[in-house]
């Protein structure tokens, strides 16, 4: 493993499947580093392989080639250190909405009394807001953001050193999903804990990420680029927009979405080798770019920010 300092590194990832066509390769010479309390959100269209990536942080998958680490270890299988919440809730429907966060914590920590386990699971619903006669309902019983919300409290509630969050709200009408993303940011802002978020909404990405890791389309999809979102915290959506850095930055992920991810993706038939093609192949690690469009644009001068505001 490569000296680098960071909580979470891949290393050169690979993820091919066989298909009746042959070799189907997802994504390669993937590498990316994450700070331990960092809130991460990774972008791309889909086949790009976010999910896949993932599901291999999780240990749900394992990649085709290249090395995944987590605090100096190589992360092999699925542990109760790394927690998940996913687009379709994934509760134990038979269970109450306590009773799954509590199922999970005694699994967490098995030596903790029954009291324990209890107040524990308890205070995490307070944090989603779900203390008032919900937390007796089985999951048929709760509107989907409910559920959602149950989902996440059972997430943080066994204290992962690590959270994915595989498009979580994704299901969700807008009035609801700003609800649950103020939850998320609040219970965030407590823990700090480090996550790594799967989202196609760039407001989303904006509001809730210290930085934006954007996907080139797939397949032979890489990161292309990773975006700083230097934008004060606590962030608030009603306030957000008013952010000298917001339209920059928006700007710059709609680019990348709509033209960019294309005319940036590669394949095994590509004659013109970039620098830092040749690097992947001969082994080394190359980190996706690292761009601050909020810093960046702040020599802009006010017409030229009021025109990149009226554009979208």
Known sequence: MTDYNFFVEAENLK???????????????????????EFVCIIGHSGCGKSTILNILAGLDSASDGLLFMGGREIGGPALERGVVFQNYSLLPWMTALKNITFAVRSRWPAWSKKQIREHGYKYLEMVGLTDGAEHRKPEELSGGMRQRV???RAFAIEPKLLLLDEPFGALDALTRGNIQDEL????????????????DVDEAILLADRIMLMTNGPYARIAESVRVDIPRPRDRTRIIHEPGYYPIRNHLVDFLVKRSKELAGGP????????DAAANAGQRVFPVEVNPARDSRGMDDATILKAVESH
Not at 185 to 200: A, N, R, S
Request: net charge negative.
């Open 269 to 276: 038939a590509d004659s013109a080798e970039t620098p830092g």
């Open 15 to 37: 993820r091919s499947f066989s298909t009746r066509q042959g070799e189907l390769t997802v994504f390669e010479n993937l590498n990316f580093g994450m700070e331990k309390g």
């Open 151 to 153: 989902s996440i409290a």
């Open 185 to 200: 940011l609040k219970i965030w802002e407590e823990t700090h804990q480090t996550v790594f978020m799967i989202t196609h």
